[in-house]
């Protein structure tokens, strides 16, 4: 049975700095990239949020498989969903996203003055700020001000050069083939 020995959690010894990552690009695969980290962390016993912007609902996969981890690896894990029960584009935003978004920015923003956990995985919040709903120049401040140990995830396209610049990790995920350009519609399990 797994249990954590939180004698030996965080950063042993090695640098003990958290860095900021960050998963951008037009490509499958940067939320996907995000959780398997958080999975790794939690077989660490580090303690994750995960706030999902402008993702609601409740048919993911990844949501149902957090669901059913054990209770000494879940009592680890917080995941807030921060959108309504659709995708948010520039052209159908509404006053309800943003209000949705909001209230998972706010959260994030006192977890991270905080210190509540070793790894914060803010989803889809490039999006957030492509779109206006989270301020560039609040969640840079944000980000510069975070704890020293802290590791802080960022998903989402059009990354602003801005989050780039100030990130220590940055993946761009370019697509090169897809399915779906052949009229394949997203499957449960793989794209949800």
Not at 36 to 44: C, S, V
């Amino acid at each position: 049975m797994f249990e954590c020995d939180n004698t030996n959690l965080v950063n042993p010894n090695w640098a003990k700095h958290g860095y900021i990552q960050v998963y951008t690009g037009n490509g499958k695969g940067k939320t996907t990239a995000s959780l398997g980290l958080a999975m790794r962390a939690l077989g660490r016993c580090w303690k994750v949020l995960i706030i999902m912007f402008t993702k609601g609902g409740d048919d993911y996969g990844e949501l149902n498989s957090f669901r059913n981890l054990s209770p000494e690896i879940s009592q680890n894990l917080t995941i807030v969903q921060a959108g309504l029960d659709r995708i948010v584009y520039s052209d159908n935003k509404t006053e309800n996203d943003k209000e949705e978004i909001k209230k998972g920015w706010e959260l994030a923003k006192k977890a991270i003055k905080n210190d509540e956990y070793n790894l914060i995985i803010l989803d889809e919040a490039n999006i957030a700020i492509d779109l206006g709903f989270i301020d560039l120049d609040e969640m840079l401040d944000v980000l510069k001000n975070k704890p020293d140990e802290m590791e802080i995830v960022l998903t989402g396209r059009n990354a602003n050069p801005k989050i780039i610049e100030i990130a220590h990790l940055v993946s761009e995920i370019k697509p090169v083939k897809h399915y779906w350009d052949k009229g394949i519609s997203a499957r449960k399990g793989i794209e949800y």
